[in-house]
């Protein structure tokens, strides 16, 4: 008897819970709809694209949310392109506890919603521990890395050959090529 109870208060417990489920609201105080997603949005946007609307972004308060508890975890992570030296900069990072993700960004978005905020808060919490220049600093000393370990190999950035850039350095301090 005493299980039978149990089960129909769990069955009617589960019948309750399914209807109380919750509602955004769809307009806000001027009339105007609420977007809570790009989706949304885009629909709203493709039909109208003069209307005016009150965008909350939950997809970044998620992310923003989830990025805080991996941070409290001391659980970082660096999200960049995979580059060439992108092994040696994961290495390097690894020394100071931070993961690295190969991530690139696009720069397309719909209305004022941020597709990147976990990622822009892992940013943020890296930078504020161990200071502005830290990633930038790292990313030089593995780009030299690569190019001296790989001599033979292109690597063109902003139209420049880092080859003659770096090769050249080392041939001035007559350091021998590893």
Known sequence: MY??????????????SCKQKKEFEKYDKNGN??????????????????IKVTIIDTFC??????????????DLIYFRPDFLEYNILSNKLKK??????????SCLRFGEFEPYCYQ???YN???KRFGE???????QEAKKEFVIKNP???????????????????????IPNK
């Open 96 to 105: 100071y506890g931070i993961k690295t993700k190969g991530f690139h960004r």
């Open 125 to 127: 919490e890296i930078c």
């Open 33 to 50: 709809p609420i977007v809570y997603n790009e989706e949304e949005y885009f629909k709203i946007w493709t039909k109208d694209k003069n």
């Open 3 to 16: 299980k039978k109870i149990i089960f129909l208060f769990i069955l009617l417990l589960n019948f309750t």
């Open 61 to 74: 308060i998620n992310q923003k949310k989830r990025a805080l508890k991996d941070i409290q975890k001391d």
């Open 152 to 174: 033979k190999q292109r690597y063109i950035e902003d139209g420049i050959d880092l080859r003659e850039k770096y090769l050249k350095e080392i041939k001035s301090k007559n």
């Open 120 to 122: 822009d808060e892992m």
């Open 133 to 139: 220049n830290f990633l930038d600093s790292l990313t």
